[in-house]
């Protein structure tokens, strides 16, 4: 079975469709899959539902989708510099479910492990826990998490054999491994591809039976979300 095709548009073929759920691997500007969602947002798709960690920036990343007005709700822990997000948010013009950073990344991990739900302390007691089921166990507050199921995910990996088994690049396993899990169908794009038995074994951070297609998108020029430096004295310079 040949995984790997030509272009982002060619491998998201097929799966795009108005009102569908997306999970977005990626933190920040780091290990997001930019030519996919280049090509998403070339699409013209509408309503969509995307769980990720956060939104990028303005005009990078999925702040390329919400410039757009693609999409309907944002599943997420962090607006951050994204002050479309926060635009659109405070305006009513989009739906936001904030999500703890850690719970967001367990309730794609449930999903892609058919765990409908679990219970956890965090958020407890905050507007995190309005509406949730609430349950006891050995005398502390635990409140119900639903795992999240979605219908395409797409993911950004450093290396991956012709398989589909891949490795990812230092801050960029983030949330990337857990939302390949999460979905129906995992697209993937990387910086190489290579042989079948070039990576060892237990390097594999992702098996490629969850990858069903993938495409090498690089060259990357890869951002810095904020850059902060120190200054510098004048016996320095």
């Not at 090509?39 to 990078?60: F, H, K, P, Q, Y």
Request: charged letters at 25%; a neutral charge; proline letters at 4%.
């Amino acid at each position: 079975m040949n995984k790997l095709y030509p272009t982002a548009e060619a491998a998201l073929e097929g799966l795009l469709h108005d009102g569908m759920t997306i999970c977005a691997g990626g933190f920040g500007l780091c290990g997001i899959p930019e030519r996919l969602i280049d090509a998403i947002r070339d699409s013209g798709v509408t309503g969509l539902t995307i769980a990720s960690n956060n939104a990028g920036i303005d005009g990078e990343g999925l702040g390329k989708l919400l410039r757009t007005r693609q999409v309907r709700k944002m599943i997420s822990s962090y607006v951050g510099e994204n002050k479309e997000f926060e635009r659109q948010y405070l305006a009513g013009e989009l739906e936001v479910e904030f999500c703890p950073q850690g719970t967001l990344a367990e309730r794609c991990r449930a999903g892609g492990a058919g765990i409908p739900g679990f219970y956890t302390k965090t958020g407890v007691g905050t507007k995190v826990a309005e509406g949730k089921e609430v349950k006891v166990f050995d005398g502390q507050e635990y409140i119900l998490e639903r795992g999240i199921r979605a219908d395409l995910a797409i993911i950004k990996g450093w290396k991956a054999d012709e398989a589909g088994n891949l490795i990812f690049r230092k801050t960029a396993r983030n949330f990337n491994q857990p939302m390949a899990t999460a979905a129906n169908i995992c697209v993937a794009e990387v910086e190489e591809v290579v042989p079948v038995g070039s990576l060892d074994p237990d390097a594999i951070h992702l098996p490629g039976i969850y990858v069903k297609r993938m495409i090498v998108g690089a060259p990357y020029d890869k951002k810095i979300e904020f850059r902060t430096v120190r200054q510098r004295t004048s016996e320095a310079a």
